[in-house]
């Protein structure tokens, strides 16, 4: 019977590669916002001095940009039916300034009223709601997904 040969005599290295090599494959998988990208390399072992000088030259190189990453997580999460305040606090999380954050939202084009509603037909049903519990139920579930209240309000205020 034939054994397998150990890891390092197969060709591969047991060196850990350098910090730009390892945002790099980290990159390559998914965008990553910068500061998620540095949490990652220091939790990896790697200095907050050759971490932070990785990041340099990805950004300069362009592999590495905060509103490519802000972008692709807004496109994300409102294709998923979540609200804009939902996508401001997480994208807020990853250091992404307000300033940029206001830019991507505007970008998406989302008539978020609209999203609100198909959300609330996916989980409710098309059937209208008559008493006070079902509305607060349904407010809630949309509040929980990051609309804001007079969204909420416009779509769960009462039909009589």
Do not use: C
């Amino acid at each position: 019977m034939r054994r397998n040969p150990p890891s390092a005599s197969r060709g591969r290295s047991t060196e850990k590669p350098g910090a730009y090599a390892k945002a790099l494959g980290l990159l390559v998988r998914r965008e990553r916002s910068r500061r998620e990208l540095q949490t990652r390399l220091e939790r990896d072992g790697y200095s907050a001095e050759e971490s932070s000088a990785a990041m340099e030259t990805l950004q300069e190189g362009g592999q590495l940009s905060n509103a490519r990453f802000a972008e692709m997580l807004a496109w994300t999460r409102s294709n998923n039916g979540y609200g804009p305040l939902r996508i401001t606090a997480e994208l807020r999380t990853h250091a992404i300034a307000d300033a940029e954050i206001r830019a991507v939202l505007d970008a998406l084009e989302v008539d978020w009223q609209e999203l609100a509603q198909r959300q609330l037909r996916r989980h409710f049903g098309q059937g209208g709601v008559a008493d006070a519990k079902a509305r607060a139920r349904q407010a809630a579930f949309l509040l929980r997904r990051g609309f804001d209240a007079a969204t909420v309000s416009a779509l769960t205020r009462s039909k009589t």
